[in-house]
C-alpha cells in the first residue's frame, strides 16, 4: 500500500510563485520515478515534470524555465517549485509514483490574472 498527499496548492496573483511538496508513505521512494502532473478544467492530464532515481529531470515546454522538480530521499518527499506563474497553470496539480503506479489525491493551484 502507498501514500501520496500533495500540499502547497493556493491562489497566487500571476506572475507569483508556489512550492508544492508531495510527501510519500508505504512506498519505495528513493529508487523510484516521481512526477508532477496537471489537469485543468476541461483539459487532459499532463505531465508538468518528472525526477528519475538518479536525479534526472523532465518537464514539459510549458514550464521550462519556470518550474524545477526536486526530491529528498530522506523525507520521502518530491517537490516542485513554481515561478513566474501564469493563468494557463491554473488546475489541479498531482503527484505520480512510477511503481507502483499511484497518484495522490491532488491540490489545487489558482493562478489568477
Known amino acids: 500500500q502507498v501514500q501520496l498527499v500533495e500540499s502547497g496548492g493556493g491562489l497566487v496573483q500571476a506572475g507569483g510563485s508556489l512550492r508544492l511538496s508531495c510527501a510519500a508513505s508505504?512506498?519505495?521512494?528513493?529508487?523510484?520515478?516521481m512526477g508532477w502532473y496537471r489537469q485543468a478544467p476541461g483539459k487532459q492530464r499532463e505531465l508538468v515534470a518528472s525526477?528519475?532515481?538518479?536525479?534526472?529531470?523532465n518537464y514539459a515546454d510549458s514550464v521550462k524555465g519556470r518550474f524545477t522538480i526536486s526530491r529528498d530521499n530522506a523525507k520521502n518527499t518530491v517537490y516542485l517549485q513554481m515561478n513566474s506563474l501564469k493563468p494557463e497553470d491554473t488546475a489541479v496539480y498531482y503527484c505520480y509514483l512510477r511503481i507502483p503506479g499511484s497518484w495522490g489525491p491532488g491540490t489545487q493551484v489558482t493562478v489568477s490574472s
Open positions: 508505504g512506498s519505495i521512494f528513493s529508487r523510484n520515478t
Open positions: 525526477i528519475t532515481s538518479g536525479g534526472s529531470t
